[in-house]
């Protein structure tokens, strides 16, 4: 029976970070914002106090038990359901992380606690970090990140070019653009302005592909998202949806590895498949498994069917 890990997941394809280990130290949903297009619903705590919401031991615990057993990876990602530096006890698993292997470190972050000294200290400790930047002013801020009323989006910019001056790593950012929010002209030059504040390495455009917390938010056609990314730079790409091409070569995948992943995002059959590196027809059989037992449903959008954990 394989071992069912409560804090790491995968590794899985990523579009940005190949075969990529998970690891959630956040409980869903306990975030600094409440973007109008997570994949993973509203927030049920919206706050800025860190402290240790997993307990980090126990996470090193696993994490040394799975590199033990042969982990075989692109990537080590601190990510999951929540907004990871919340979690106090980040820094010391970066530092166990890099004692243990040589694998390069991942934190996916919002940003939005970067101006805080502690947590650009823990972040230092990664090789990538992946922040977000939505919107190019206050207003437009609050209407697609819903924060915190103790986070501004200056906040969030000069805690980002704080840590650029301290970070020896890369920074990609991702900018997540909303039809009819931030995709006009004099939105993408203001985002443009702040983007030359940060200077990231990379920028990764992303849109909505997935269900999202409201569900009026529209994606942005291919075609808009390579004219807005030409506009920000050549820095800028668009990042694609993940395929089947980083398979896992050892897919003794069970209904629970399927329940896991879903469990963080809803997926479609394909992402499903991709992901885990199986066939269409035996994440079906894992799929009819779940649904049976009431711990998975599904539901339809954009003419494409979805399933998400309930």
Same mark, same amino acid.
């Given at each position: ?10 590794? $899985?394809?990523? !579009? !940005? ?10 409980? =869903? ?20 106090? #860190? #402290? *240790? ?5 126990? $996470? ?27 979690n106090s006890g980040l820094g010391k698993l970066l530092k166990a992380a890099s004692d243990i292997t040589d694998i390069p470190l991942t934190v996916l972050t919002n940003g939005t606690l970067f101006y805080r000294e502690d ?8 090789? $990538? ?19 915190? !009323? ?19 790593? #890369?920074?990609? =950012?991702e900018v997540f653009l909303v039809d009819g929010m931030n995709t006009d002209t004099e939105q993408v030059a203001k985002i443009k302005g702040l983007i030359e504040r940060i200077r990231p390495d990379k920028i990764h455009l992303?849109?909505? $592909? !997935? ?75 894992? =799929?009819?498994?779940?649904?049976? #037992?009431?711990?998975? *449903? ?13």
């Amino acid at each position: 029976m394989p071992r069912q890990y409560k804090y790491l997941y995968g590794p $899985v394809p990523s !579009r !940005r970070l190949g075969r990529s280990l998970g690891i959630d130290i956040v409980p =869903l949903k306990v975030c600094t914002l409440d973007c109008v297009y997570c994949q993973l619903g509203r927030s049920s705590e919206k706050t800025t106090r #860190r #402290r *240790e919401y997993v307990p980090i031991d126990a $996470v090193i615990e696993e994490l040394a038990e799975k590199i033990g057993s042969g982990l075989d990876a692109d990537f080590i990602t601190i990510a999951g359901s929540g907004e990871p530096t919340l979690n106090s006890g980040l820094g010391k698993l970066l530092k166990a992380a890099s004692d243990i292997t040589d694998i390069p470190l991942t934190v996916l972050t919002n940003g939005t606690l970067f101006y805080r000294e502690d947590v650009r200290a823990d972040c230092a400790q990664a090789d $990538v970090v992946m922040p977000s930047l939505d919107a190019g002013d206050e207003p437009t801020f609050r209407k697609i990140n819903r924060p915190h !009323r103790d986070i501004s989006i200056e906040k969030l910019v000069s805690g980002l070019c704080a840590f650029r001056e301290e970070f020896a790593g #890369r920074i990609w =950012l991702e900018v997540f653009l909303v039809d009819g929010m931030n995709t006009d002209t004099e939105q993408v030059a203001k985002i443009k302005g702040l983007i030359e504040r940060i200077r990231p390495d990379k920028i990764h455009l992303n849109t909505a $592909v !997935r269900p999202t917390a409201d569900a009026n938010v529209k994606k942005v056609a291919i075609e808009k998202l390579q004219t807005i990314a030409a506009a920000l730079g050549d820095s800028c790409e668009v990042i694609a949806d993940f395929s089947a091409r980083h398979q896992l070569r050892h897919a003794e995948t069970t209904a629970q590895d399927v329940f896991s992943m879903l469990k963080r995002r809803p997926c479609s059959l394909q992402d499903i498949s991709a992901g885990l590196g199986i066939s269409s027809s035996l994440a079906v059989k894992h =799929l009819a498994s779940l649904q049976r #037992r009431g711990l998975v *449903e599904s539901y339809e959008k954009n003419r494409t069917v979805f399933f998400k954990a309930t």
